[in-house]
């Protein structure tokens, strides 16, 4: 399906009711559900699920095989790797519906989560955050952080840039590849020029 202002494979499935920003690309065996909201310059690989009243902000991309669920908020730039995981419900059973209990995730802006992460519900990524391959999320992320392992643990953090970010004693940081400095101060973190 092309629309003047987004393109969907022919396999794709869009259900009545979604907002899909221009220039949006919409691959193979996806299926975009009722009342989301799909920002400008998108980009869903293959087999990806978005439920409904999902929002993605503009220029977010999203690999294959990736479901994103009622609850789930991703900000502009997000990058969600392969086959990742969110969750919206803390403890599921097959026989008790939990619908109006979905707990909610925000990813904020630039963060990327890497192929096979789990994010779990309720536990929000900060803005330019960066969650390993793999990693199991089961607390909240802070703004420009690395995190690894499962659980996850906080290594490092990382530039807006996508490297790592090594602090003088005065907790300042340059970014070389992009020139861009950051402070650390309380355990958090700050681009300021």
Request: neutral net charge.
């Amino acid at each position: 399906m092309e629309t003047n202002h987004f393109f969907a494979h022919p396999s794709a499935i869009i259900d009545e009711g979604c907002e899909i920003g221009e220039g949006t690309k919409i691959w193979h065996f996806s299926h975009i559900m009722p009342n989301c909201k799909l920002g400008k310059n998108c980009n869903l690989g293959q087999n990806v699920v978005i439920s409904p009243e999902v929002v993605l902000g503009e220029n977010v991309k999203v690999q294959n095989n990736v479901s994103i669920y009622t609850g789930v908020t991703c900000e502009d730039d997000v990058f969600l790797g392969p086959s990742m995981v969110f969750t919206n419900v803390t403890n599921p059973r097959s026989a008790v519906n939990r619908r109006g209990e979905y707990a909610k995730t925000r990813v904020g802006k630039g963060a990327s989560i890497g192929a096979n992460a789990t994010i779990v519900c309720g536990h929000d990524i900060g803005k330019f955050a960066f969650i390993g391959a793999g990693a199991v999320v089961t607390k909240t992320v802070p703004d420009y952080a690395l995190v690894v392992g499962n659980p996850s643990r906080q290594i490092a953090w990382m530039s807006e840039f996508g490297h790592k970010l090594e602090f003088n004693k005065e907790g300042l940081a340059l970014c070389k590849e992009s020139g861009q400095k950051y402070k650390l101060e309380n355990n958090q973190v700050s681009r300021i020029s």
